[in-house]
């Protein structure tokens, strides 16, 4: 049985030893990204993770800026924070904007922080395959793999490529079998493993075009 959850605000207003307690010992699934917008694959890849890897909950990150994307494509963090909570659509999948209450701009420095804040804590980071394939482009990219094991999903047209990615190369030794990867947040770091079956077409990029063909914003139009 899954026991409740403590308030996540504690842990950025109050991030005390009793605060950090009510933590210790879950299992946080940490999907970061725009989300912009959010979309059914971001729900499918939560659900997947929160089944696969036993996870107690899976935290969606909303970005306040991706340091990778223009502002100008990205909508207002309180339109995309509205739609994700929409999308989410479970009880044990919260949406936060935990960097900016943090400060961190970077990947490596949220799970950086976030581990200093809830040590005893176990996080994973869950990514999608095109974005594994990105992850040369993230600034102090291998850090993240010696802060949190790295959970990667499959994506149409991107997961051919992702045994040969230079982050799969990198971290060869570390990579977990699918078949074992519940074990994934028991593997000493570096650990990752790949799902590879499963995929699904939803794409932010895609959404977003749609509703350009048609002269709008998806933050206009409405979920």
């Keep these: 049985m899954v026991r409740p959850a403590p308030d996540y605000r504690s842990l950025v207003k109050h991030p005390a030893i009793p605060a950090a307690e009510l933590w210790r010992g879950m299992r946080i699934g940490l999907l970061g990204g725009s989300f912009n917008p959010a979309h059914a694959g971001h729900h499918f890849i939560s659900s997947l993770a929160l089944r696969k890897l036993k996870l107690d909950e899976v935290w969606w990150l909303v970005s306040p800026q991706n340091p990778l994307k223009s502002r100008n494509e990205m909508a207002p963090l309180a339109a995309r924070m509205a739609r994700a909570r929409k ?34 804590t176990k996080f994973v980071w869950l990514m999608g395959a095109d974005a594994f394939l990105d992850l040369p482009r993230w600034e102090h990219w291998e850090r993240i ?17 992702v045994t040969a990615a230079k ?20 593997e000493e770091l570096p650990a990752w493993a790949f799902f590879r079956s499963t995929r699904h077409p939803a794409s932010s990029t895609r959404i977003r075009l749609e509703y350009a063909a048609r002269g709008r914003r998806w933050e206009d139009g409405g979920v």
């Excluded at 919260?94 to 040590?119: F, I, Q, S, W």
């Excluded at 990198?170 to 519940?182: H, I, K, M, Q, T």
């Design 87 to 120: 999308v989410a659509g479970h009880p044990r999948i919260r949406v936060l904007a935990l960097e900016g209450r943090m400060g961190t701009r970077y990947t490596a420095d949220t799970l950086e922080k976030l581990n200093a804040l809830l040590p005893g």
């Design 167 to 186: 982050a799969a190369y990198r971290f060869a030794a570390g990579r977990v079998d699918e078949w074992d990867a519940a074990s994934l947040l028991e």
């Design 145 to 161: 793999f010696y802060q949190a094991p790295v959970a990667v999903f499959g994506r149409p047209s991107y997961s051919l490529k």
